[in-house]
Each structure stands twice: as C-alpha cells, then as structure tokens.
C-alpha cells in the first residue's frame, strides 16, 4: 500500500472526528479587528500551533509581526522532495448584523449539509481540512513532502504586517510552491482552481476652486464649481467603448490568446443570471470581450463615492469650496500600482483647468497574480481534484483581490496553488456564513491527493 493509499485509509477511518474538533476551532471568536477579541486571538493561534506540534511538525511557533501573531511550523524531513509553504488566516470578519443570524455565530450549527458558523467558510474549514491531510500522513512515519506553515491572523484587516514578515523572513519561508487554502469552487460537485486574481489600487480625490463655500447667487457664474470640475474629469476617465483613459493603463496588460479564451469560455456562466444577481437593469463594459473576461482578465477603474456642496434635506443655494471622489482601480498581473498612480495624476494634471488645485491621496494597493498553468504543482492539484471529485477540474480567473498571492510571487518568487472548497453562496462576511460539509471530507482527500502527487 502506498502512502497516499496508507494516508486515505486513514482519513476514512477518522473523519467522524472531524465535525467535533472543527467546530471546537469554529467556537473561538477571532475578529481581528476588535480589540476586545485579541486574547481569542491568542487562543486561536495557539490552538492551530498545538494541532501542528500535535501532526509531528519540527518546529512550531508564534511569531511576533507587531500586530497579531503569525502561527509558524516547518518539518523538513524529506530530502530532495519539494517544499510546500501552506499559507492561510486563521482571523475572521464581525458578525454584525447579529440579529440576521439564525443561529449564534459562534456555536457552530449543522442544518441539513451545512455547518454554519462565522469563518466556516472564510476560512477555517479550509486550514482545518489541510491540517487534517498532514496528520493523515503522520501514522506512516513521514510526509510525502517538506512542509511549512504560514498562518496569519490579519487578513481581515488586510494584512498590514504580512508583507514586512515575509521579507524578513524571506530565508525561513524558501519553497518551491505556496499552497493557498483561502481559495473555492465552481459549484458542490464542479471543482475548479483559480490561476489568476485581480490586484487593487484604492485612492482618493480631493478638488478644491476657492477658500470657502460661497452664496451661488452672487458668485455663481463668475467662479468654478469644484463640482462641475470633478464631474467633467470622472466623465474623462473612459472612452466610448468602455476602456479606461488614463495614458498607458493597458501597456502592461496581458492579451488573452485563444486558447485561454476558448478555456474561460467553457466556464458554467449564464449573462442573464449574472445580471439578475447584481439586480442591473443591463450588463456592461469594454467593447470586444466576454462577461467572464472582462470580470477576470481585464483591468478597470470605478467610482466608489463622491461628495461635496449640500446634501442636507431641503435647499441652500451653496456654490461649494470642495468636491471629493474616491475610486478604485482593480488591476491584473503585471500592473504596477505605483505606476497607476502615475499615471492617474498625469491625466488629472492634463484634465484639470488652471486655478483649480487637487490632492490625490492613495489609499492601499495590492498587486494582482497570475500563475501557470501547466507547471508540474498546477497538474498535480488538478489531478486531485479529478480523482475526488469524479469530474474534470476547470480553470478560472477571479475579479476580486488577494494580495498575499502577488505579494508571495514578488518576494519569495513562486506560483501559490488555489487550492480550496469554497462556495460563491456560502455567505462569506455576511449572516449566516456557513460550508458545504459533504467537500470538508472531499477537501481532506484532495489535499492528501495532491501532497502525495507532488
């Protein structure tokens, strides 16, 4: 029998403990962004660090960054075989509203096939189910490959220490490929892996034409409304055909050639569903491309807010001293933040009139990822998830952001494989986060499948 056979049999036998321990992880409120949580916080790192120390990892740690700690593990007892940095959070969002729950968010509850709970799905189950692949392992005297463990605790906060521990500890984390367990699927039954995420740069705008708000009545027509100005350049920013304006924004764009095409276009997606669950009157966007190309593959720029001038209830004739936007640009591989910001001032600079002054402030950015496809870690998931699952596995892009896979290529210079279970309705952030139970079992042997397959 071979050791992903010895290490199956094994989960098969235990996975009735499975639910018990899992919901015991699920009861521990770990909101990073809540002071009052920060001793839950502590608890919960350390009960992933005595489950790691407890599968028979080497070394395991809690690791200062200056905010919550990083739970860290390593067992490098195969020599010559790959190393897999396994890379997940263990923090989750609030549950406000809490009178939108059906049960507490943190007494974990199974209703049919689902088990509800805040971070059931975001993302617990998921570490847990990977951690339970390891200890599947552990009876045959070894891991089939060199492992790490990289467990953060402000995700949800987006990860402000994240990339400043990286890169000091840019020797201790060496790998030949990340394992990211933050990740989902399709559907229940269609497995699928993300190869590429968007990144995101957030700012904000400030336009200014006179010192103080002024009766529109006697100054009106004689100076500029900031409002008017802001307007006009918002109205720059695209051109007919939908396509961001901003000089050079596509230059480092990434075309998609047909077979990628022909790959996202077998994607389970319906235009007309995907415009009632928005709620929009009609779908829109650049000219010359799909729904799923534009959402995964193609680079955008949004107005998130804008105010200024009266807003209150009733009339007051204000000719108003300011007027405030603030946008966010959603960015593919190879895309330079810092680049985008350049290039955003160049055009407000070109678009602005004289006597007009502007303060543009940027936010937060991350950047976005794409990983191969055909690499040999990238056949190994898919074979996996094939085998469990019964159906082939389908490639897709993601629109939204997670830095950490951008920020691991930049700084450890590997691919991280998008391995997790995952549902679009699972309610992730929301009342009534819950996970499909039936792909906890399933997530426990695909990751078996595809350790033992490195």
Not at 176 to 189: A, F, H, P, R
Not at 266 to 276: C, F, G, I, T, V
Not at 386 to 408: D, H, N, Q, T, Y
Request: hydrophobic fraction near 40%.
């Amino acid at each position: 029998m071979s050791a992903v056979e010895r290490a199956l049999a094994h989960v098969r036998t235990a996975r009735g403990t499975y639910l018990d321990e899992l919901i015991e992880f699920l009861a521990i409120p770990s909101i990073s962004t809540l002071p009052e949580n920060r001793g839950d916080m502590t608890r919960t790192a350390q009960w992933l660090a005595d489950r790691l120390r407890g599968i028979g990892l080497e070394t395991v740690e809690l690791m200062s960054t200056g905010g919550h700690p990083v739970v860290y593990g390593e067992w490098l007892g195969a020599p010559g075989r790959p190393t897999v940095l396994v890379y997940g959070h263990y923090d989750v969002q609030p549950v406000d509203p809490i009178d939108e729950w059906t049960s507490d968010p943190f007494v974990p509850t199974v209703r049919g096939d689902y088990l509800y709970a805040r971070g059931a799905s975001d993302m617990k189950t998921q570490i847990f189910a990977q951690v339970k692949a390891m200890e599947a392992f552990a009876p045959g005297g070894g891991f089939p490959v060199n492992i790490k463990y990289l467990i953060e605790g402000e995700e949800e906060i987006g990860s402000p220490n994240l990339p400043r521990f990286i890169e000091t500890h840019r020797d201790q984390l060496a790998c030949d490929v990340v394992l990211n367990c933050d990740g989902g699927i399709l559907g229940k039954d269609q497995p699928s892996i993300t190869y590429a995420l968007r990144g995101l740069a957030y700012f904000e705008l400030e336009i200014a034409t006179h010192e103080k708000d002024l009766h529109s009545g006697v100054f009106g027509g004689s100076i500029r409304n900031p409002i008017h100005v802001l307007a006009e350049l918002i109205a720059s920013l695209h051109d007919a055909d939908g396509r961001v304006a901003l000089p050079g924004f596509y230059d480092k764009v990434r075309e998609l050639d047909e077979e990628e095409r022909r790959a996202l276009a077998r994607l389970p997606h319906d235009d007309e569903a995907w415009r009632a669950m928005a709620g929009a009157k009609a779908l829109y966007g650049e000219t010359g491309y799909t729904t799923v190309e534009r959402v995964g593959a193609r680079p955008t720029l949004d107005i998130n807010g804008i105010w200024g001038g009266f807003t209150g209830e009733g009339a007051k004739t204000v000719l108003p001293a300011r007027a405030f936007a603030k946008f966010s640009t959603r960015l593919v591989a190879d895309q330079d933040p810092a680049e985008i910001q350049g290039q955003l001032e160049a055009h407000i600079k070109a678009h602005v009139p004289e006597g007009v002054s502007w303060k543009l402030h940027g936010h937060s950015w991350g950047p976005g990822a794409i990983m191969d496809r055909e690499s040999p870690c990238m056949r190994a998931a898919m074979t996996a998830l094939g085998e469990v699952f019964g159906v082939a596995p389908l490639f897709k892009r993601e629109g939204g952001s997670v830095p950490v896979v951008g920020i691991m290529q930049e700084l450890l210079g590997v691919d991280s494989i998008m391995l997790g279970f995952g549902l679009s309705d699972d309610g992730i952030h929301g009342p009534d986060e819950r996970f499909y139970l039936p792909n906890l079992y399933r997530g426990v042997e695909t990751y078996v499948r595809f350790l033992g397959g490195l």
